[in-house]
């Protein structure tokens, strides 16, 4: 059974920072890609951010580049997202994915909370 468990979501204020960690169990971590996703209340999700398989490529909504950064470390099976100089409108829900791109297969996390206020 596959299952992806993020952490690390929270209250915090504008300007302040947060590291999101998503563990994937059940599935060969290294064959996927990930992505973090995010949706606010009355909003559809949208794509924050993406990683490779093996780490080498990342993209990025326009929203958040320069602020956030996605990682990887396969032996620990964990993708992390580190939010910096976070803002009211990063608000949401955050959801890791993962996807292996050749099976199609695909995975989602039950999401973790974020919320940012003053």
């Known amino acids: 059974q596959v299952q992806l468990v993020e952490s690390g979501g929270g209250l915090v204020q504008p300007g302040g920072s947060l590291r999101l960690s998503c563990v994937g169990t059940?599935?060969?971590?290294?064959?996927?890609?990930m992505n973090w996703y995010r949706q606010a209340p009355g909003k559809e999700r949208e794509l924050v951010a993406g990683?490779?398989?093996?780490?080498?490529?990342?993209n990025y909504a326009d929203s958040v580049k320069g602020r956030f950064t996605i990682s990887r470390v396969n032996n620990k099976n964990t993708v992390y997202l580190q939010m910096n100089s976070l803002q009211d409108e990063d608000t949401a829900v955050y959801y890791c994915?993962?996807?292996?791109?050749?099976?199609?297969?695909?995975?989602w996390g039950q999401g973790t909370q974020v919320t940012v206020s003053s």
């Open positions: 990683i490779g398989s093996v780490g080498g490529a990342t």
């Open positions: 059940g599935l060969t971590f290294g064959s996927y890609a």
């Open positions: 994915r993962a996807l292996q791109v050749f099976s199609r297969r695909e995975y």
